[in-house]
């Protein structure tokens, strides 16, 4: 069983579909399951949890997390003024926080895989990534103006400091996309230990069900999941795509 944060956003509905595709059964916490295509809301192997994750209680997540092997994160804020400036801020993070301290109090007899939707914006801390003084300016001004990018840097940052330090109930990887496109279909991507070019001056593409298929085949490839544990891969189509959303 896996269990998907914003299954019902972009790109959560893709991975949604492309588990779903591959056999698997998945829960869904979703706040607003009318925005699921019908496909998804009545598969038999979809179980649809209507809620808003922060509001869930302990004992809620503890039981929607029973049984769960993987979870999937593809949360992320609203492009509203609300959505970017409104409450909550630290939606991102604190579902990790919640999610990943539930799984730790049920001490799973195997560690729990634990796939974060974030951003080639994000740098990963643990590694020296090398990032011009021009792009760095910019993104400390895009972390005073835009709230939802230091969720995303906190957010994995937890996964980093306090998702395999504490125990091993937790395994995870963090995902990081370059500027988003929708596409129909699968294309070739390429898929680095760190960023190959600027996301500020020289940003790459990468369709989200490129994302959405790169993540579901770390929950259900282990030879894909041993090769990027414990990192922030960064995903990139490897071609221009023909297979345009509604062209």
């Excluded at 949890?49 to 993987?70: F, N, V, Y």
């Excluded at 999937?72 to 804020?77: E, V």
């Excluded at 020296?128 to 709230?147: K, N």
């Excluded at 109930?169 to 990081?176: E, F, N, Y």
Aim: with cysteine; net charge neutral.
């Amino acid at each position: 069983m896996i269990l998907i944060a914003g299954a019902s956003g972009a790109t959560g509905r893709l991975l949604t579909q492309e588990l779903l595709n591959r056999g698997q059964r998945v829960k869904a916490i979703v706040r607003a399951p009318e925005s699921l295509p019908d496909s998804l809301r009545h598969h038999d192997s979809l179980s649809i949890i209507h809620a808003s994750i922060l509001e869930l209680s302990d004992e809620e997540m503890k039981q929607h997390l029973s049984g769960c092997t993987a979870v999937a994160s593809c949360l992320g804020h609203n492009l509203t003024f609300k959505g970017i400036y409104g409450s909550p801020r630290k939606l991102v993070t604190e579902a990790t926080r919640r999610l990943c301290e539930t799984i730790r109090v049920s001490q799973p007899q195997s560690p729990v895989k634990f796939v974060l939707m974030n951003t080639a914006g994000n740098s990963n801390r643990d590694l020296a990534e090398s990032i011009s003084f021009s792009q760095r300016c910019i993104v400390g001004l895009i972390r005073l103006l835009l709230p939802p990018h230091v969720d995303n840097e906190q957010a994995a940052d937890y996964l980093r400091t306090s998702g395999s330090v504490n125990d091993k109930s937790v395994a995870w990887v963090v995902v990081r996309p370059d500027t988003l496109v929708d596409e129909v279909c699968v294309s070739e991507y390429d898929v680095h230990p760190s960023p190959v070019r600027s996301a500020i001056f020289d940003p790459g593409k990468t369709s989200r069900v490129n994302v959405a298929h790169f993540m579901a085949d770390l929950i259900t490839n282990d030879e894909v999941w041993s090769r990027w544990e414990e990192c922030m891969p960064v995903i990139y189509n490897k071609f221009f795509s023909l297979c345009h959303s509604g062209k």
